[in-house]
């Protein structure tokens, strides 16, 4: 019985109540990034840092998500000094819509469930911007695949 419990507690951790809204500066502070622009789509949230190691092995991963599926919008959402992050992006670029989270960075990745700050932590959200799933590490190609999939 307990382990049904902890089961559906996790399961309503994961679904937010409501939409969420997002409006960052983007990483190269051209404009800002909104999930507005976004409407009726669904998102992929990562946020990362220029010092993360397992961010740099998901980078491939959400590339060929942009890329493979543009029904489904990917945002980076970088949490780290804005200048640390362009140059990670030099070394390590990615296809997808990056944005800069304004410090202190705890505070959005508290709001969109990550209470711990840990990195990578990556957000799923459906097509009404509502938490469908996340995840605090790193991803890996099955992971991302069903996560996308069973919140479209």
Request: glycine residues 6%; hydrophobic residues 45%.
């Amino acid at each position: 019985m307990k382990r049904v419990l902890c089961i559906l507690g996790l399961a309503g951790s994961i679904a937010s109540a409501a939409p969420l809204p997002l409006d960052l500066p983007r990483l190269n502070g051209e404009g800002q990034v909104s999930l507005n622009s976004f409407k009726h789509r669904p998102v992929v949230l990562n946020f990362w840092a220029s010092n993360c190691v397992p961010c740099v092995a998901e980078l491939p991963l959400l590339n060929a998500q942009a890329a493979r599926q543009r029904h489904t919008a990917v945002i980076g959402i970088a949490v780290d000094e804005r200048q640390a992050a362009l140059g990670f992006l030099q070394q390590h670029p990615a296809s997808y819509t990056q944005a800069h989270a304004v410090p202190p960075a705890s505070l959005l990745m508290g709001r969109f469930g990550n209470q711990i700050s840990g990195l990578p932590y990556t957000v799923i959200l459906n097509a009404e911007h509502e938490v469908c799933t996340r995840r605090l590490g790193r991803i890996d190609a099955s992971w991302l695949a069903r996560a996308v999939a069973s919140c479209t």
